[in-house]
């Protein structure tokens, strides 16, 4: 069985402050790891995925196999980053994801 | 590109009425959507894998005879809540996956469907 877990329901920080969103997995085998991202009043996006290793907006994240994470973290937090942010899994062959129950970041100036 | 849509937007009808919710790629062609649920302040919950000309797939616990799939071409799935109940008002929303790219893994997701059974 998949699980994702992100233990942080809210996170509220200030400008300019680094902020760090933690999500831990289970997964038997070798995951692929994603964060989705929700503005206000917009649908489910895509941010990052850890097979790309790339930098959006200024977030990333690295898959810790020995930890079993992938927690997003940002050194400087602007407020535009204020959203919902989910953690997401897909094992196996196919391609369902397994989503974290997200967690609502807030940047205030 | 890649956007994906939903109607309606949201819909009220009464209990033991039913509702079909459509997902549409408008300017890519889908050979897999997949549908879910998002009770209030939770997480997606995946209620289905839709495949274009085959049945879909469910999840464990969600009743098929209850919420219809059909996914009869590449760019338009529907799910249709069968004699819904109250208990069935949710947030539905789909997702789509570009077909024809065997390492396609990014599924673009509709705008939700807000159902509520009265």
């Known amino acids: 069985a998949q699980r994702v877990t992100q233990p942080e329901k809210l996170l509220s920080v200030f400008k300019g402050a680094p902020v760090e969103l933690k999500c831990n997995y289970s997964y038997s085998g070798s995951p692929e790891l994603f964060w989705y991202v929700q503005y206000s009043r917009q649908r489910l996006q895509l941010l990052l995925r850890?097979?790309s290793r790339e930098s959006i907006k200024g977030f990333t994240a690295d898959l810790n196999k020995g930890e079993t994470s992938f927690h997003l973290k940002k050194p400087f937090a602007q407020e535009e980053d204020s959203a919902m942010y989910y953690c997401a899994l897909r094992g196996g062959s196919n391609y369902k994801l397994t989503f974290g129950k997200g967690t609502l970041l807030t940047v205030n100036p | 590109g890649a956007v994906v849509s939903q109607h309606p937007s949201w819909v009220i009808c009464k209990s033991g009425t039913s509702v079909k919710i459509e997902c549409r790629s408008l300017?890519?062609?889908?050979?897999?959507m997949f549908w879910y649920r998002q009770f209030p302040k939770q997480s997606l919950m995946l209620m289905a894998t839709?495949?274009?000309?085959?049945?879909?797939?469910?999840e464990q616990g969600v009743e098929k005879d209850k919420f219809l799939i059909n996914h009869a071409s590449l760019t338009l799935s529907t799910l249709t809540v069968t004699s819904a109940h109250p208990e069935d008002s949710s947030f539905y929303i789909c997702s789509a996956r570009l077909s024809g790219r065997a390492l396609s893994y990014e599924q673009y997701f509709g705008p939700g469907t807000r159902l509520t059974v009265t």
């Open positions: 300017d890519f062609q889908a050979t897999t």
């Open positions: 839709s495949n274009e000309g085959s049945k879909a797939t469910y």
């Open positions: 850890h097979i």
